[in-house]
């Protein structure tokens, strides 16, 4: 990556969108191209493990039922309460988002420190709504018709042997900011309802934007 000699940091890149719009494929793309991914998603995951700080918190507010033989939390069980409970859903995020934030941020910022020429993906479904927004660079937004997020969404379910209903489906859809919403934050947004081939252009241009700086400067 070409850098200006007078950065004193990489960059941090704030992937968000709505749900099944493409933001991992997005970052995995930037990733071959030499960015550093952290998603959020796999953070929250480990979170729901046996050994996560605040497991006893998570039992205590939605049940000891939400737990697997391992002492894991399942995702299905805890998603069947909070997708259909917006206060549920308020309340799990109370608990898990202050450390979803913190491990990334923390991570992001370290990766920037160490190598000014770097490019950080920070992939966080729920950026602009957990107020990470302003921990980031730029923000790049993937959007896709609520349609097309339906398809992936229960063809994905599918293939995770979880499937899903389009009722289930659209329930996940309405449970995030609108894409509408999220857009009036984006510096850049990428739209991901043709081919893989188009979205690689987009993501080609993004890059390029990226390694020529085109004003964004680390905060």
């Not at 494929?25 to 996560?52: F, M, R």
């Not at 927004?133 to 379910?157: A, F, N, T």
């Not at 850049?188 to 390694?211: A, R, S």
Request: glycine share 6%; proline share 4%.
């Amino acid at each position: 990556m070409n850098t200006k000699t007078h950065r004193k940091r990489g960059i941090i890149v704030g992937i968000t969108g709505g749900i099944a719009c493409g933001k991992t494929t997005v970052s995995q793309l930037l990733a071959e191209k030499g960015a550093i991914p952290i998603n959020a998603d796999e953070i929250g995951h480990q979170l729901l493990k046996a050994d996560s700080p605040v497991i006893t918190e998570l039992t205590n507010e939605f049940g000891e039922d939400i737990l697997e033989e391992s002492g894991n939390i399942s995702r299905k069980k805890l998603g069947a309460i909070v997708f259909v409970d917006k206060a549920a859903r308020e309340r799990l995020n109370s608990i898990l988002h202050p450390l979803i934030i913190e491990r990334s941020r923390t991570h992001a910022q370290q990766l920037v420190k160490e190598d000014p020429s770097c490019v950080v993906l920070l992939d966080a479904p729920l950026l602009i709504e957990a107020g990470a927004y302003d921990s980031v660079d730029l923000i790049v937004v993937v959007s896709s018709s609520p349609e097309i997020q339906i398809k992936r969404i229960i063809e994905r379910s599918k293939a995770q042997n979880r499937p899903l209903t389009e009722t289930d489906a659209q329930a996940r859809i309405d449970s995030q900011m609108p894409l509408s919403e999220k857009i009036k934050y984006a510096d850049v947004v990428i739209e991901n309802e043709g081919t893989l081939e188009e979205l690689k252009k987009q993501v080609d241009t993004l890059w390029d934007k990226l390694q020529s700086d085109s004003g964004i400067l680390p905060k």
